[in-house]
């Protein structure tokens, strides 16, 4: 008989009372020292429970392999097979254990940084909800009655605005504003006639040799997208407004970020700094623009919400003077704002009684007239003294996502699912088309440099043309790929002087191109 243990034959034989198996004396008790079980059935089983067995002495015959060299030979051949078989079983094992482990781990880091992301996103709402339900001791005589001002989220003048058939009136563009208006104009052309381009623009053979020098992971993981950007070139701050309803100021030399704007219960469409940065504009899917005004420690407060739109607000454009700004919303309607108070001085509307939407807005670089961009394909321009439409621009396939005026004020670029179209407003007609992508793929946006010596085109790249004239031929000079992994461009923006070249996409990163240097900071 065997030992139930090893399967040989035992030298010192005992036997189990409870299950009546046999085993190796010395084996066994190593066992119940250890466990205190039997190896077989699992019962408890101790020393007592064993019973020896008396045999003789038994010689065991040699095996038939041991008795020459070479069968001995090719038995330890066997054996050390065998061994090497079973130590390659125990490394396996030990591999598929420490990955196990490993994705253990992982997994239980990911959980402590979700944990800590709600914590804070708790925190912050909660801190959001005291400030909102949290009385403004001011007195009704007190305030304007369209002057903003914030009571558990509503404009606090809202019922004195609202009259004749629940339209809300706004006082109109004085003649006064008119006149800073032209003035304002009237400064801007006459500079514009003797401007020149500047000495530390950068040149052709620069811009060629852009890649990618820094990546910053702004926005929140759970939903990632930037949506646009802008940059503030007197101090190099970058702001971003993503799809996590944040807004967010960087600054690009020191690779910090400097605040992240909190309040919007939708994704943040379009963000605009106004002359040096004293404050911050961001409009919103959730039907508001708010007004950010910052402080001495770098932070920014929320100074209007202003709900005057009836549907999301999709652009936000800054006049010349930094006084005054426009807003423009899928609801129909353009709204001009005075930027001290937050009052809407007029809201307009489409007389022709087209129904479009508004997906896209900016100002001339002189202030009088201004740019719209619709859901129906049409380009619209519009004389800001008397809020009349003067000019429309047909030709587009889909919505207009995109609309920049060049510096020198004769050139506009717009964007929409069918490409690039290049108008000149002397003599308002189309005398250049980009068309980068294919059909399923729309261009995101366009953009001049502060120069207007370059071109800048998102879709499921970022493109870089050189400005030419009307007859003459635009060249693509660069085209950098969407290192984001996601086909989606959002938007994209020149550095001071063309010095770099920032970049939204998709995912929650806002990325650099420009020329490494050993001061450049690559990742915050």
Known sequence: ??????????EDPVVSKKSGLLFEKRLIETHIADYGKCPITGEPLTLDDLVPIKT??????????????????????????????????????????????????????????????LKKERDEARSLLATAERPFPVSANAIPANVSGLSNGKRAAEDDEMAHGGKKMHPGITSAIISELTDCNAALSQQRKKRQISTTLAPVESIEAYTQISSHPFHKTNKPGITSLDILYSKDLIATGGIDMNAVIFDRPSGQILSTLSGHSKKVTSVKFVAQGESLLTSSADKTVRVWQGSEDGNYNCKHILRDHTAEVQAVTVHATNNYFVTASLDGTWCFYDLSSGTCLTQVADTSGSSEGYTSAAFHP??????????????????????????????????????????NGYFLATAAHDGVKLWDLRKL?????????????PTNS?????????????????????????????????????????????????????KYIAVGSMDRNLRIFGQPSEDTPTES
């Open 1 to 10: 008989m065997n030992c139930s243990i090893s399967g040989e034959v035992p």
């Open 56 to 117: 003789g002495k038994i010689v065991k015959p040699r095996p038939v392999q041991a008795a020459s060299i070479p069968g001995m030979l090719g038995m330890f051949q066997n054996e050390w097979d065998g061994l090497m078989l079973s130590n390659f079983a125990l490394e396996q094992q030990l591999h598929t254990a420490r990955q196990e482990l490993s994705h253990a781990l992982y997994q239980h880091d990911a959980a402590c940084r979700v944990i800590a992301r």
């Open 429 to 441: 007609k189309n005398f250049r088309n980009f068309a980068p992508y294919d059909s399923e793929t």
């Open 446 to 498: 366009v953009e001049f440099d502060h120069s207007g010596s370059y071109l800048a085109v998102a879709g499921s790249d970022i493109r870089i043309y050189q400005v030419a004239n009307v007859k003459s031929e635009w060249n693509c000079i660069k085209t950098f790929p969407d290192l984001s992994g996601t086909g989606k461009v959002t938007c994209v923006k020149f550095g001071p002087d063309s």
């Open 366 to 407: 002189d202030g009088l007239i201004i740019g719209t961009g619709t859901t129906d394909a049409l380009v619209k321009i519009w004389d800001v003294k008397n809020q009349s439409n003067v000019a429309k621009f047909d030709g587009h396939t889909g919505s207009v996502t995109a609309i920049s005026f060049s510096e």
